[in-house]
């Protein structure tokens, strides 16, 4: 009589080992958003490392298994020459990188005068501005 009850106990426990796994092995293959208090971070990251820009927009991110992707829009002053926003992304980039590891991140500069945002870049709409 106890025979077959373990042996339902022992396949149950099996099958739900078994749905762990399938299920984190899915996730890790799917992409993903960054979870919004990773979102947060983030964004905060850029408003405090962003000093010459003008503002970001347009940010997106996804996780794929380890790897963290990352693009957004940076608005900086028509004159600026491309030195000093190259420096600006190398310092954005350098910030991320220090704070998500293994994160590829996409700058699109954008001189002022042509600038436009196709997504809001914070949950409350608007632009990410620096920290000034």
Not at 56 to 66: G, K, N
Not at 83 to 100: T, W
Not at 120 to 129: E, Q, R
């Amino acid at each position: 009589v106890l025979d077959p009850l373990f042996a339902i106990l022992v396949a149950l426990n099996i099958l739900r080992i078994g749905v762990g796994i399938v299920g984190s092995s899915v996730a890790g293959l799917m992409d993903a958003a960054l979870p919004p208090e990773e979102r947060q971070h983030l964004e905060t990251l850029l408003q405090d490392n962003m000093q010459g820009a003008i503002e970001a927009h347009d940010l997106r991110t996804r996780r794929a298994s380890d790897r963290v992707f990352i693009e957004f829009h940076l608005v900086v002053p028509g004159g600026m020459s491309v030195r000093a926003s190259h420096d600006i992304c190398d310092r954005l980039e350098g910030a991320i990188q220090g704070e998500f590891g293994n994160a590829l991140v996409t700058i699109h500069v954008e001189p002022e005068d042509e600038a436009h945002g196709d997504m809001d870049s914070v949950a409350g709409g608007g632009p990410i501005t620096t920290n000034r």
